[in-house]
């Protein structure tokens, strides 16, 4: 499986932007094929035909080429969600497809748990969210405005992680939970713009705001907030 994001350009890439492509493409390859701690920057280079100084020089380490992935994968992400949200006007159903697209253009970094799990905790990921909201159906009580993004960026966690350990066909049961519940969120969000939800409407900044507290942690240090994705089989 090749994923060499220089091949939408091909004519703006550097022979440096080539080299670090095919590196990387490399690198999943071994990974997949024989696990990521099987796996050595040697054997990377190896395969890929260029030296182990080479190779060094692009990625100083395994986790910086898992960190690649990562990038990788936000940016397929983004690529995959922008078609929704031209398409779709219904707050569910471009909650739907933006959930759908994440764990399709994830497929090929599943074994990279970790990285995954991270992904969604990024600023990328809470801006896409806020384009959900943007120029759909739903209403959103002025409280709320803010705060909503980050919300469902955590339900997209949760997502994720469900979708992690599903080993369904098609991952049937994930595709299923993530219908049934952009459809429940999206009453969530109707009903707590009601007048006399205020209380609810408490409790969710709450949330939101501990969410927001932790990820200035992970940001500040990385290593104080870091929760490991359940390992896959």
Do not use: C
């Not at 898992?66 to 990788?72: D, I």
């Not at 709320?144 to 994720?160: F, N, S, T």
């Not at 969710?204 to 390992?231: F, K, N, Q, S, W």
Request: overall charge positive; charged content about 25%; glycine content about 6%.
């Amino acid at each position: 499986m090749t994923l060499n994001v220089f091949k939408a350009n091909p004519k703006r890439a550097t022979k440096g932007d080539r080299t670090r492509a095919h590196i990387l493409d490399t690198a999943l390859e071994l990974f997949l094929a024989q696990g990521f701690e099987a796996t050595t920057m040697r054997q990377i280079a190896a395969r890929a035909e260029v030296s182990v100084g080479n190779a060094y020089y692009y990625f100083a380490s395994k986790e910086k080429l898992v960190e690649s992935f990562h990038a990788r994968h936000l940016e397929q992400h983004r690529i995959a969600s922008r078609a929704v949200l031209e398409r779709e006007y219904r707050f569910p159903a471009r909650l739907a497809g933006v959930l759908v697209a994440r764990i399709e253009t994830g497929e090929a970094y599943k074994s990279f748990a970790p990285a995954l799990a991270r992904s969604v905790e990024d600023e990328a990921s809470l801006e896409l969210m806020r384009r959900v909201i943007t120029d759909s159906s739903v209403r959103v009580h002025t409280d709320l405005r803010e705060a909503l993004p980050r919300l469902l960026q955590l339900y997209e966690g949760a997502i994720l992680r469900f979708w992690l350990r599903d080993s369904s066909v098609g991952y049937e049961r994930t595709r299923s939970l993530i219908e049934s519940s952009a459809q429940l969120a999206a009453k969530l969000v109707t009903m707590a713009g009601m007048p006399l939800m205020g209380t609810m409407r408490k409790a969710l900044l709450r949330v939101a705001g501990d969410a927001g507290a932790l990820e200035a942690v992970r940001v500040a240090r990385p290593d104080a907030a870091r929760t490991d994705a359940p390992a896959v089989g």
